[in-house]
């Protein structure tokens, strides 16, 4: 028989001896094993569930706003302008969709009683920007926008408060002076929570008809699309220039995308994961001084087995694996069960996460837990394994 299976049986036979100081011991590693892979599934979730909400709110977004300074008042050679949608649709090629928006306060009749709503007049090419979801009737068309037809869209809040007990498509709705027939009831497909120009309460219609409210026809946000996500920092710097160039010398506009936001997200994502990995380890220590202690207790109770194995013809290198072997069962065993853990748990919550989230279990934790845990067992078995190696068989014969 060669040294390392005789080394593996003998190993075998003293764990089965000590089955609950065992069992004990592998809880230590089971439970820092599981923490790895949660560990590891948490970080990937909340990274791809942040990150997927903040693309969800406009896919590759660029927007521009105009700021006013103390130095230089709002004048109307400063605002935002359709020709400025068209400059950004014409001279920049990663481009591929570009909007306006403009937003003002209005009122509608719900109950008897007027409300206050957020009024937006929107060009073509903002709900493909914005991500809107249509949840009745249908989008503008370009006859609508074109012909300037007192149509409207309206938030399924709004609609909820002014149509309770019926479909608000096909109904009139009047905003201020004007009357509108609601061909649509949308909502944002991940909500700005009001820090857009879409709030709780908003009836979207056609830019065209915004100059009967607002008095001119700008814009107060421009928004630019571009083709891929490696684009953003190109077109942002080139929607930039082109207002600059377009504009007199003394406007300031405030253009931004996604891109910091993203990589916050990212970093914030990253510190998350190293915290928690710190929590694993030092449960991965613990459960490693739990296995030294214990290998040193058996050290010292099998002083004569060791002593009479080394009578017998035994070598160091069969002691030394044979503490070695049980320590990497203990943590093997122990590592196998934890990750099976590990893995149930996200299984068994993803029926309690809403339908969009999920959790994903990463391949990389499952092999990372269980080198990890293996390993530490390893490691922290040496010292007793070593020893138990270096005994000499006279002293050994005589313990008691």
Request: proline fraction near 4%; aromatic fraction near 8%.
């Amino acid at each position: 028989m060669k040294p390392w299976q005789e080394a593996f049986e003998v190993a075998l036979d003293a764990l089965r001896a000590n089955k609950l100081r065992a069992s004990l011991t592998t809880l230590g590693v089971v439970i820092g094993s599981a923490c790895i892979v949660l560990v590891v599934t948490v970080a990937l979730t909340g990274r791809r569930f942040v990150l997927g909400q903040i693309e969800a709110a406009g896919s590759n977004l660029v927007w521009a706003e105009y700021v006013e300074t103390a130095q230089h008042s709002r004048a109307l050679s400063y605002e935002l302008t359709p020709g400025d949608v068209e400059a950004v649709k014409r001279e920049i090629p990663q481009v591929m969709e570009a909007a306006g928006a403009r937003d003002l306060p209005a009122t509608v009749v719900a109950g008897g009683a007027e409300r206050p709503v957020t009024l937006v007049g929107v060009t073509p090419g903002f709900q493909e920007i914005r991500k809107l979801t249509i949840l009745r009737g249908r989008y503008f068309d370009p006859v609508d926008m074109g012909a300037r037809s007192k149509v409207c869209l309206v938030t399924e809040e709004l609609a909820a408060r002014v149509f309770p007990f019926e479909d608000p498509v096909g109904k009139n709705i009047r905003l201020g002076e004007l009357s509108f027939t609601v061909i649509g009831v949308f909502r944002e497909r991940v909500a700005t929570f009001g820090l857009s120009e879409i709030q709780r309460e908003s009836v979207i219609i056609p830019f065209t008809l915004m100059r009967y409210y607002a008095g001119s026809e700008s814009f107060s946000a421009l928004y630019a699309q571009a083709r891929q996500p490696e684009d953003v920092p190109a077109v942002t710097r080139q929607v930039e220039r082109i207002l600059k160039s377009r504009h007199p010398a003394g406007a300031v506009y405030n253009v931004q995308n996604l891109t910091s936001l993203q990589d916050a997200v990212r970093k914030t994502a990253l510190a998350l994961t190293i915290v928690l990995f710190l929590v694993a380890f030092i449960a991965m220590v613990i459960s490693g001084i739990g296995i030294m202690n214990i290998m040193l207790v058996t050290v010292v109770e099998r002083t004569r087995e060791i002593g009479i194995r080394k009578a017998v013809g035994a070598e160091e290198r069969e002691i030394l694996y044979q503490f070695l072997i049980e320590a990497l069962l203990i943590s093997g065993v122990g590592a196998i069960l934890g990750i099976l853990i590990g893995v149930a748990i996200p299984v068994a919550v993803q029926s309690l996460l809403p339908g969009n989230l999920r959790v994903p279990v990463s391949g990389f934790s499952v092999v990372l837990a269980f080198l990890v845990s293996c390993s530490t067992g390893m490691f922290f078995a040496w010292l007793p394994a070593n020893q138990a190696a270096k005994l000499q068989p006279v002293d050994s014969l005589r313990y008691e």
